[in-house]
């Protein structure tokens, strides 16, 4: 299974970080654990392949171990098809044409600027995501796509509609079919326990944040991205700070009052936010935690993928750039609505099994493949508290931080004794002073990569714009010949004979 790591495994924070085991954000962990949890039937091994698959190219000794210990390839995705990903989702390509056995998609979607799916801002990596479908189409019954934003823009690339089973996200599939968000809520006061999402450069949000966070001291900011994680951590400020009251620096009230968190595993994440009477934020794996753990949440769409699931699955949302940026927290929880989501959760649910059935997976909600035992060993296993800020109290001390930044820069994952080893060599990124140059690289080419694409859609929209304005010009200018036409004959029609004429027509001499 594509995954930084199984739900088993316990990675500390700071290696999580030096290997980036949570590839990129802690809500990865929470979707392919998900499909962990549905595909561990007895008698079934799943392996977590640690993202081996598209963090570099495939060696042919990947291929053949992966086709010859192996059944089936499981490739929980989430917003896959934008032009970031456009190298990773090559190599994935490259690694699974050289499979001889199935291949699952669970849940990949687009991921375009403003709320709606404008596909001209994809044309840039078409040519990357025509190849990957076309590859696991040749391996599978159907993909499993996220909503019907990527069904149609897949449409447009030519996929046939039997081929793209729209499943949306396998997050909210963790606790089965019966899952319910409460009809009753809390009445908001200023000691209410809220919890929040943020995701950095989402227009109007670290304003709204920064206002609920004063109206309500114990609001708390749960952070899921890997920067925020070394800021909480070893208390690393941006380069940059565009807005200083987004809570991404040290100076920012919320990480000098204690008031950040980040958790590793997605189980005592859950336990968290069931503790909240009500969560509301711009990320939609945070917005879930909250649903899974039987929390009023809302969604603040702001993009695309977000708009997407929301609609598919029926959450509670609203547009953020319809909210007021003085809105209150308690307003929010007046918007939320559970209606369309309890109704459509069943339903739902129904066709993601569906799905995994036509691709032949088995999985623990059919009669005799139920598996207990997941959520036995989840409860045994203990999992890293939430990572707090360098203001926290103790036990939350600095000092076994500083002892591992002692000890492991350069960090060495094939000596420290912390470090996180996946079930087969793999290159994971380390906090060498070269990994660090590669990575800089690496995410400096995915912004001119934006950017090239940025400008593409900007080329587009003049085109498109110069078209209409041409095909205007030369519908006036047709008008123009016709009005110059009718005014000859007005004209001709309406011109006084002279004498002269008037006499010959008398006379006969007319020709």
Request: hydrophobic share 40%; charged share 25%.
């Amino acid at each position: 299974m594509r995954s930084g790591k199984d739900p088993f495994t316990v990675v500390s924070p700071e290696t999580t970080v030096a290997q980036d085991v949570l590839h990129g954000n802690v809500g990865n962990h929470l979707y392919s654990h998900a499909v962990h949890k549905t595909l561990l039937v007895p008698g079934t091994e799943i392996v977590s392949n640690a993202t081996l698959s598209e963090t570099r190219a495939a060696t042919a000794d990947d291929v053949a171990r992966t086709n010859e210990r192996f059944d089936a390839f499981v490739v929980p995705l989430a917003n896959a098809f934008r032009p970031g990903f456009r190298r990773r989702l090559r190599n994935l390509t490259d690694f699974i044409r050289e499979l001889e056995i199935p291949v699952v998609v669970v849940g990949v979607g687009i991921q375009v600027d403003g709320l709606h799916d404008d596909e001209t801002q994809l044309d840039y990596i078409a040519p990357e995501v025509t190849d990957f479908v076309s590859a696991v189409l040749d391996r599978s019954a159907s993909i499993g796509v996220r909503g019907e934003m990527t069904k149609r823009y897949l449409s447009r690339l030519g996929f046939p509609s039997s081929a793209v089973s729209v499943i949306g996200c396998p997050s909210l599939f963790l606790q089965g079919r019966d899952l319910t968000l409460p009809t009753e809520t809390a009445t908001l006061d200023r000691d209410s326990p809220i919890t929040v999402s943020f995701t950095p450069g989402v227009e109007k949000i670290a304003e709204i944040l920064e206002r609920q966070a004063t109206r309500y001291p114990r609001l708390t900011y749960i952070a899921q991205d890997r920067r925020t994680l070394e800021l909480l951590l070893w208390g690393e400020n941006p380069r940059e700070l565009k807005d200083p009251r987004a809570p991404v620096h040290t100076a920012h009230p919320l990480y000098q009052q204690d008031r950040m968190r980040i958790f590793l595993d997605p189980w005592p994440w859950l336990d968290f936010v069931s503790r909240s009477d009500f969560a509301f934020g711009t990320r939609f794996h945070g917005c879930v935690a909250a649903i899974l753990a039987g929390t009023p949440a809302l969604l603040l769409a702001h993009d695309s993928r977000t708009v997407e699931l929301a609609e598919y699955h029926g959450m509670p949302h609203r547009a953020v750039n319809e909210v007021a940026v003085d809105v209150d927290a308690a307003e929010l929880l007046e918007m939320y609505d559970p209606t369309e989501f309890n109704g459509l959760h069943g339903p739902r649910f129904d066709t993601y099994l569906d799905f995994l059935q036509v691709n032949g997976l088995a999985h623990i909600h059919q009669p005799g493949n139920e598996n207990p035992e997941f959520d036995a060993k989840v409860a045994r296993t203990s999992y890293p508290d939430a990572v707090r800020t360098l203001c926290a109290p103790p036990p939350d001390s600095v000092a076994s931080r500083l002892r591992w930044l002692r000890d492991s820069r350069p960090f060495d994952q094939t000596q420290h004794e912390h470090a996180y080893h996946p079930p087969f060599p793999h290159p994971a990124p380390s906090r060498t002073p070269d990994a660090e140059a590669w990575a800089a690289l690496d995410s400096r080419l995915d912004t001119l990569d934006r950017m090239v694409a940025e400008q593409r859609t900007v080329i587009n929209k003049q085109r498109k714009r110069l078209d209409r304005q041409q095909l205007a010009l030369s519908r006036q200018h047709q008008q123009v010949v016709v009005l110059r036409e009718q005014l000859a004959k007005q004209i001709a029609q309406s011109r006084r004979p002279t004498l002269k004429e008037r006499v010959a027509k008398v006379l006969g001499l007319t020709r």
